[in-house]
């Protein structure tokens, strides 16, 4: 929750090739204050059932700059190991996805609140600032 000192982040991830939400992705959350300042690692958390990370540590006062680090490959290589297994003549030499990790960097006032989605499939993803 978002005080008058410190904003919030909160996010979700929709596999968009299966139209379905990314559940078990790992989500690491960072913040810095300044632009130039050193990462603090924050905490983390994975996606449950509806793609969303329910409990993301709070930002700390003075936060600038936010990074939500997910871990996406994890996810991609169970979803083709299970589609291999219902059907074995269907396997690709290729990798499970393009892009192992989707690092999201963005800046935050106090007092707001940061909904951010990740939009995601194989070989693409995209963001935006939700609600």
Same mark, same amino acid.
């Given at each position: 929750?978002?005080?008058?000192?410190?904003?919030?982040?909160?996010?979700?991830?929709?596999?968009?090739?299966?139209?379905?939400?990314?559940?078990?992705?790992?989500?690491?959350?960072?913040?810095?204050? +300044? !632009?130039?300042? %050193?990462?603090? &690692? #924050?905490?983390?958390?994975? @996606?449950?059932?509806? +793609? !969303?990370?329910? %409990?993301?540590? &709070? #930002?700390?006062?003075?936060? @600038?700059?936010?990074?939500?680090?997910?871990?996406?490959?994890?996810?991609?290589?169970?979803?083709?190991?299970?589609?291999?297994?219902?059907?074995?003549?269907?396997?690709?030499?290729?990798?499970?996805?393009?892009?192992?990790?989707?690092?999201?960097?963005?800046?935050?006032?106090?007092?707001?609140?940061?909904?951010?989605?990740?939009?995601?499939?194989?070989?693409?993803?995209?963001?935006?600032?939700?609600?």
């Amino acid at each position: 929750m978002s005080t008058s000192t410190t904003a919030s982040v909160s996010t979700h991830i929709l596999d968009t090739s299966a139209g379905r939400p990314a559940e078990g992705v790992a989500v690491r959350l960072a913040a810095r204050q +300044g !632009r130039e300042a %050193d990462w603090q &690692a #924050l905490g983390g958390s994975a @996606t449950d059932a509806d +793609g !969303r990370c329910k %409990d993301l540590p &709070a #930002l700390p006062e003075g936060t @600038t700059h936010v990074r939500l680090d997910f871990a996406v490959e994890p996810y991609f290589e169970k979803k083709q190991a299970d589609a291999q297994q219902d059907a074995p003549a269907n396997r690709d030499s290729g990798p499970a996805v393009f892009f192992p990790e989707v690092a999201i960097t963005f800046a935050v006032v106090p007092g707001e609140h940061y909904h951010v989605p990740l939009l995601l499939n194989p070989f693409g993803y995209s963001v935006y600032r939700g609600s």
